[in-house]
Structures are given as structure tokens and as C-alpha cells.
């Protein structure tokens, strides 16, 4: 499985713009289908690397990593500049985003296949999540079939995360994108409140 996508011959250009299609390009075809519903948009990417320069992270965890998106290309913005976790419980995910991390060269990403309900990521200055917890509540779109759709894991999920968080230091930032799967965050005031590629894209401080 890794190194797969190296062999694919493709090449970027020095300076080419960076869009979702080409980025996409580098995905297995059926996780390139799933990008507009999985995967954060470019967009949200620079938007956050924008916010990030006034706000300089220690390192930043992505909870809930997929196929590296977010972790890979905002490393590439930052010139690898600060410490990149993403945590994923599906295997076949992290070995995507490992064989990505190599093809884009991105030394400062770190992937880990862990679950963040039950092995949280503390001692991070910034987290961000792309509405993680939903999938077990939704009926199409889906990644895969592996995790049970129940309304009542989810709200389990929901407490579980939203406890986790609270453990957080004070000034700690949590950047949504289509949420955390709650609208209110106890311990939390939104600082930032965009909408970005037809999503809402908050920034939360701990308080
Ligand atoms: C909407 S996708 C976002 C992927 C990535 N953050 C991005 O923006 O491109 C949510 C991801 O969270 C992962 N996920 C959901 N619950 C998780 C958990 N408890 N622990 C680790 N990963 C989880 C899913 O497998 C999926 O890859």
C-alpha cells in the first residue's frame, strides 16, 4: 500500500495553484468521489493558514485526519514550518495520508491510527475537525460501511468529545469546518465565524 502514488508518475509544477481537482488526483478513484463530502476544500485550508499566521500554533491536530487533506496541504503552506498531527481510526485511511506524506514531501506531518474518543490528543496548542462524529448519523456519503449508524452513539460521541475539550488549556483553539456536531461548546467563545466553500467555518478559544 505505501508508495503507491508514487509511482503514478504524475509531477507538479513549481508555482502551479493548488486546487481540490488536482490535489484530489493523487486519491484512489473512489476516495476521490467522496472528497466534495469528506474531505476539507483547499479553501478552508488557506483560510486557516491565513488565521494561523496571527496565531501561531505550537502544533495543530487534525481530529478525525481522513486521507491527510488537510494535514498534508496545510504543512506544504506553512513551508513545514510547525508540527502537524492527524489521528484516524481507519487504517486504510492512515495508510493513504502515510503514502501522500511521502509524495508531497511533508516531514513535519505526523499520522497516528488511533480513535480520539478513546485516546485523546491533549497537550496541542490548535485542533481542528471537520465534523467528525456526524458520519454515524448520516445516510449517504458515507466513507465506508465499518461504523454503525445510530443517533444514540452519536450523542454518546458528542458528550464524550465535548468532555474531552473541556480538559483543554485556556487559550487552546478548536478550528470547525461544518462543525464539531454541536452547536454549543461549553468553555468555548467563538473568536471566528465564517462561511467558507458552503460551510460554517468557526474558530473556538478555551476560555
Ligand atoms: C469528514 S472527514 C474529515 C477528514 C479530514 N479531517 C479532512 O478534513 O480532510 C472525518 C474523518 O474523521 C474520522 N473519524 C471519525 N470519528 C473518529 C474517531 N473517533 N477517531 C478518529 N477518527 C475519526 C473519519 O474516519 C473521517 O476520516
Not at 467563545?189 to 460554517?200: D, W
Request: net charge neutral; proline share 4%; aromatic share 12%.
Amino acid at each position: 500500500m505505501r508508495n503507491q502514488f508514487l509511482d503514478q508518475g504524475k509531477k507538479i509544477n513549481v508555482g502551479e495553484l493548488m486546487t481540490d481537482s488536482l490535489w484530489d488526483s493523487f486519491l484512489p478513484k473512489n476516495f476521490q468521489t467522496l472528497s466534495p463530502f469528506q474531505w476539507t476544500p483547499i479553501s478552508v485550508v488557506e483560510r486557516t493558514w491565513k488565521y494561523l499566521q496571527t496565531d501561531m500554533p505550537e502544533s495543530i491536530v487534525d481530529l478525525g485526519s481522513g486521507v491527510g487533506k488537510f494535514c498534508i496541504y496545510l504543512s506544504l503552506l506553512s513551508k513545514s514550518t510547525i508540527s502537524i498531527t492527524g489521528v484516524e481510526d481507519r487504517k486504510d485511511l492512515v495508510l493513504v495520508s502515510e503514502s501522500l506524506k511521502e509524495r508531497w514531501n511533508t516531514p513535519k506531518v505526523e499520522f497516528q491510527n488511533i480513535n480520539f474518543l478513546k485516546q485523546f490528543p491533549y497537550g496541542h496548542s490548535h485542533y481542528y475537525c471537520f465534523n467528525p462524529l456526524y458520519e454515524t448519523m448520516k445516510g449517504i456519503h458515507s466513507i465506508d460501511t465499518q461504523k454503525e449508524k445510530s443517533a444514540n452513539q452519536f450523542l454518546k460521541d458528542l458528550q464524550t468529545l465535548k468532555q474531552n475539550l473541556l480538559l483543554l488549556k485556556p487559550k487552546t483553539k478548536l478550528i470547525t469546518f461544518h462543525g464539531f456536531g454541536g452547536n454549543y461548546l461549553p468553555g468555548f467563545r467563538v473568536i471566528i465565524k465564517e462561511e467558507i466553500s458552503g460551510g460554517e467555518y468557526l474558530v473556538w478559544e478555551r476560555e
